[in-house]
């Protein structure tokens, strides 16, 4: 295994306010994110704002602000959200940085020594939604015979001026990569979908735009911009030090992971690798699309009114509440339904009743019983070392899962392992041990406290901030992988006189709305 791992979201567009599905992705990568440091690997995580582009100018001029006015004050909401989450990025990059303008410049000056640019005019379907250029056999009618993209966007006849790329230059290159990388494309269903768009074959395409000035101009070409994609993709390669700082640029490239919405794939498996190819820069390891995040089934619209600000949701649930639905319960993949009832259903189920009111019963009845002191070693029997064996082969099979970005698997797996804990304690009843056998009372707590710890540490990428303040109120400051191993620290802390407080619960229960009243 690698040293380090570099993970990227896709930059998101600010034209508009971040929504759930923004939150879902800066979640998830945040997540993982975290599990690999808990691996012991050095991470980059990078996440940011894509602010170039023909929907930005439209916006802007609809407001009837400056776009670079739009761009500042929408990014500032992405960033505030990723604070807000808990997201432990380590740049949130901005495509209005002159750094990015100079990595950006740079790709196109590689791209074009390799004789992969042309001059030349481009007429053709352009949905200013997508921000993407379609050909005639990807269109569908919609009402009043108005011509669709496959995403069910307007499209407009465009003709202009425009810088071009040798796409179809790399379709074998590119079907000979997915063929000797079958990771490359992740799920399996999105490796299909690229395939056969690419086996069905590649048209150059359009890489500049004349019509407006908001991008990054084209070196040496006055009156071109690049097309948005060109230097959105380059947010990647600019994070990690293009062109001009090297000793990064080993460090960090190439990305381990692009995690993306399925609705990007094909920029990213197709136009992206095909561009550095192109400039000689070695290609990401992985590009992962994941699904859509519906409102009770529906997808989100403006005009259906179902738009949910993520951090609203946040602070009515509790951040780790909502971190934890996302990922327990939309399969990472996949399309996925979320409602506020069914956060705090399943933030009751499996936070508060499961794993909170484990850590509150042992945690509790230790500082009431033992004035704090943590549990003796007392008489041991064959059901604490079968309980931890349960609980270090539910965190094992948690790491082996969300190593392979089986997410929703991965805390399932973990959950065994509260469940376990849970019928452990009912069976052992220590209440009741109190007064009867002091001694294997101790054994049975100290059995608690030590599972809980393990579980607590395993699932700290997921819920870092209460994971970590269970670890907190049980003295086990170490929260790295590593960590999952007893090097004596219950022994240290017991000699040191530590002492359990009297726990505040660290997963309160939460009042379920009805459906019709959760907005």
Not at 204 to 217: A, I, N, Q, Y
Not at 438 to 454: N, S, Y
């Amino acid at each position: 295994m690698s040293e380090r791992y570099t993970i990227t979201t896709a930059i998101h567009y600010p034209n508009g306010r971040p929504h759930i599905g923004h939150a879902y992705e800066m979640i998830a990568a945040d997540a993982i994110a975290r599990f690999q440091r808990q691996a012991g690997r050095e991470v980059f995580f990078q996440t940011g704002t894509d602010e170039h582009g023909l929907k930005m100018v439209q916006t802007a001029r609809d407001k009837g602000v400056s776009v670079r006015a739009l761009a500042d004050e929408m990014s500032s909401y992405f960033s505030q959200m990723a604070d807000g989450l808990n997201i432990s990025c380590d740049r949130f990059i901005r495509t209005v940085e002159p750094q990015h303008y100079r990595a950006s410049q740079a790709i196109w000056e590689a791209m074009a020594a390799a004789g992969d640019l042309y001059l030349d005019r481009y007429e053709g379907w352009y949905s200013v939604r997508d921000e993407a250029f379609y050909e005639e056999k990807e269109l569908t009618e919609g009402e009043g015979g108005a011509r669709l993209s496959p995403q069910g966007t307007p499209v407009t006849w465009t003709a202009e001026e425009t810088w071009f790329f040798r796409l179809s230059k790399y379709q074998q290159p590119l079907l000979d990569h997915y063929a000797a990388n079958p990771d490359f494309i992740r799920p399996e269903s999105r490796r299909n979908e690229v395939l056969r768009f690419v086996e069905g074959g590649l048209v150059d395409l359009s890489v500049s735009r004349t019509s407006f000035d908001w991008g990054v101009p084209v070196p040496g070409s006055d009156g071109h911009v690049m097309y948005v994609w060109v230097d959105a993709l380059t947010n990647y390669l600019t994070g990690a030090g293009y062109p001009d700082d090297h000793e990064r640029m080993a460090r960090y490239w190439p990305a381990d992971c692009h995690v993306i919405g399925k609705d990007i794939v094909r920029f990213h498996a197709v136009y992206w690798p095909a561009f550095l190819m192109s400039a000689g820069i070695e290609l990401p390891r992985q590009v992962f699309g994941h699904g859509f995040v519906l409102n009770r089934g529906e997808k989100m619209s403006k005009s259906v009114g179902n738009v949910v600000d993520p951090m609203d949701l946040a602070n009515a649930f509790g951040v780790d509440a909502l971190r934890y639905f996302l990922l327990r319960d939309i399969n990472w993949g996949q399309d996925g339904s979320y409602s506020p009832r069914a956060i705090a259903l399943r933030a009751n189920a499996d936070l508060s009743n499961s794993f909170g009111n484990l850590a509150q019963r042992t945690l509790a009845f230790i500082a009431k019983n033992l004035e704090g002191a943590l549990p003796e070693a007392g008489r041991t029997e064959p059901a604490d070392a079968a309980l931890l064996a349960m609980v270090e082969a539910a965190n094992a099979e948690f790491r082996a899962l969300f190593a392979d970005q089986a997410l929703t698997p991965a805390i399932e797996a973990w959950m065994r392992g509260v469940f376990a804990c849970n019928q452990y304690i009912d069976a052992q009843a220590p209440w009741g041990l109190r007064k009867t056998d002091p001694e294997r009372m101790h054994a049975v707590l100290g059995t608690l406290v030590r599972a809980i710890r393990l579980l607590a540490i395993t699932i700290l990428p997921v819920i870092p901030e209460a994971a970590g303040r269970l670890l907190d109120q049980i003295g086990a400051e170490a929260r790295d992988h590593a960590a999952l191993a007893d090097d004596g620290w219950y022994a240290r802390l017991a000699e040191q006189g530590f002492r359990i407080a009297a726990p505040v619960p660290i997963f309160p229960r939460i009042e379920v709305p009805d459906e019709e009243d959760a907005a």
